[in-house]
């Protein structure tokens, strides 16, 4: 019966780590998680991450570097 109690907390904490592990790595989903804002109205992309802007369709045509 202990056994069995120990195998459960084994698990049970195995099992916690794991979910803790995958929710740091997806996030919240919301939009405050987002990468990158395309406006093509305004020709525009913001990588929220670095803060730097371009011209939409230079990044398009590979003319610019904006990640990295």
Do not use: F, I, P, W
């Amino acid at each position: 019966m202990l056994e069995a109690r120990v195998a459960a907390l084994v698990r049970s904490q195995s099992n916690q780590a794991t979910a803790d592990t995958r929710r740091a790595m997806v996030g919240s989903g919301m939009r405050g998680d987002k990468v990158r804002t395309y406006r093509e109205q305004d020709d525009q992309v913001t990588d929220h991450r670095t803060g730097k802007q371009c011209r939409l369709r230079d990044l398009r045509d590979g003319r610019l570097e904006l990640l990295q």
